[in-house]
């Protein structure tokens, strides 16, 4: 059986240091196979928050795929949020717009749904392109047929109930019944 963790929404810079380290030592405990973090990493996309994920993902010593989130790029920078969004994810985390972590008969596919801004105000709601959609189905379908297939995104396709008011991000009505023939 392959065991992963994942996590979501650390937010480091809003976080207790110290539950983070409660957190990597527990998933040390659980001895997972790999780790997935589902964005989110700091709050506000500074260097400092990023050096601290980076920390914390480097105490975790297993396979990892970790994708940004809306908070992992600039908020209230807008020169750098529209025009180099990504820039401290990549240098601090990885620079692989789309990362794979294949472990036996798991397969998972990584999917950065973050947008820089929208014709609404809320910018945090994110959005899968065509591109992104294309690029991700080909890849599950290039997998080994026996495989658990998976995609990992921060911002959901469906709102649960608890989402009252939101939608799903964007382009959800495209992606969804891609993945589910790539078979997902």
């Given at each position: 059986m392959t065991r992963i963790v994942q996590v979501s929404d650390l937010h480091f810079g809003a976080s207790d240091a110290r539950i983070a380290r409660m957190l990597a030592g527990r998933i040390a405990e659980i001895r997972p196979d790999a780790v997935v973090v589902s964005g989110d990493l700091t709050q506000n996309a500074s260097r400092a928050e990023f050096e601290a994920a980076n920390e914390f993902l480097?105490?975790?010593?297993?396979?990892?795929?970790?994708?940004?989130?809306?908070?992992d790029i600039p908020g209230l920078n807008l020169l750098e949020r529209f025009f180099r969004p990504s820039r401290r994810f990549r240098k601090f985390v990885h620079d692989d717009e789309m990362p794979v972590l294949e472990m036996g008969k798991v397969f998972i596919v990584g999917i950065?749904?973050?947008?820089?801004?929208?014709?609404?105000?809320?910018?945090?709601r994110g959005r899968i392109s065509t591109r992104k959609i294309e690029a991700a189905a080909a890849l599950l379908h290039a997998a080994p047929p026996d495989s658990c297939k998976v995609?990992?995104?921060?911002?959901?396709?469906?709102?649960?109930?608890?989402?009252?008011?939101?939608?799903?991000?964007?382009?959800?009505?495209?992606?969804?019944?891609?993945f589910v023939d790539a078979g997902v």
């Open positions: 480097d105490a975790i010593d297993v396979p990892q795929l970790v994708i940004p989130g809306n908070h950065d749904t973050t947008r820089r801004g929208g014709m609404h105000l809320d910018w945090s995609v990992v995104m921060h911002h959901p396709l469906v709102p649960t109930d608890l989402a009252v008011g939101r939608k799903g991000a964007g382009n959800s009505r495209k992606a969804l019944p891609a």
